[in-house]
């Protein structure tokens, strides 16, 4: 079974507003973390937020904040204020404790900002 | 930026040779990483390293071989190269004591893009 799903290959949004990227994961250990990397068109990876399973509070970072639902195992992350260079592919990816500190990633949803 | 430096940034090579990519850090960090990524399947771990010369392999580690002989280097080596593993592959480098990783992201380099023809 996938551990990471994105079931948006594809997503558009219009500069300034909001969008969602959805993230869901399947996983049995009680202790994980998700994170979120974004890939510019230039190819670099760039990390951008964490959030702990056992963390209280949404997990925010500027414009990026994570909508982290753990009965739904979701974690999704939402850009406010969408800005042109926010068109890039988004990655999500968990670590689970069983795996040490390694990282599984989902296939990825492509952004592009419209002016 | 963290410090991590690929080489060589693009390689094309032929079917059946030797080939070595190179992950250099200056980050003194404990884990490195290999990844490859290619269209619909996001980025997928080769091998990875959780100290000098202790290394494990990951979920596509057929084909490839890794050695970490000093902190700051990992090499990813593929023995005799294949037109399947042509793609661009990724080093990454993550911070941690012990077992205390769980926090700490992944820091990637700018990538290999590999042609085997």
């Known amino acids: 079974a996938q551990k990471i799903t994105q079931t948006q290959p594809g997503m558009f949004v219009q500069e300034k507003e909001a969008v969602t990227l959805d993230c869901t994961y399947d996983?049995?250990?009680?202790?994980?973390?998700l994170f979120w990397y974004k890939q510019p068109s230039s190819g670099e990876m760039i990390f951008l937020i964490y959030?702990?399973?056992?963390?209280?509070q949404n997990a925010t970072e500027g414009r990026y904040s994570l909508n982290f639902q753990k009965a739904r195992k979701s974690a999704n992350l939402v850009i406010s204020a969408s800005q042109l260079g926010d068109s890039a592919m988004y990655f999500c990816?968990?670590?689970?404790?069983?795996?040490?500190?390694?990282?599984?990633f989902g296939e990825g949803t492509q952004l592009t900002v419209n002016p | 930026d963290a410090g991590i430096t690929q080489s060589p940034r693009h390689k094309v090579t032929e079917t059946g040779t030797p080939v070595t990519l190179r992950c250099h850090q200056t980050?003194?960090?404990?884990?490195m990483y290999w990844y490859r990524q290619d269209p619909g399947h996001g980025l997928r771990l080769i091998h990875y390293?959780?100290?000098?010369?202790?290394?494990d392999k990951g979920e596509v580690s057929d084909g490839y071989s890794v050695s970490r002989s000093k902190t700051e280097d990992f090499l990813l080596t593929l023995e005799s190269a294949t037109s399947s593993q042509t793609s661009v592959y990724f080093c990454?480098?993550?911070?941690?004591?012990?077992?205390?990783?769980?926090?700490?992201?992944?820091?990637f380099g700018d990538g290999t893009r590999l042609s085997i023809l």
């Open positions: 990454a480098i993550s911070a941690g004591q012990g077992n205390t990783y769980s926090n700490q992201p992944q820091h």
């Open positions: 996983t049995s250990d009680p202790s994980y973390g």
């Open positions: 959030q702990g399973s056992y963390d209280q």
């Open positions: 990816a968990m670590r689970e404790v069983t795996s040490g500190s390694r990282l599984t």
């Open positions: 980050e003194n960090h404990r884990y």
């Open positions: 390293s959780y100290g000098v010369k202790d290394t």
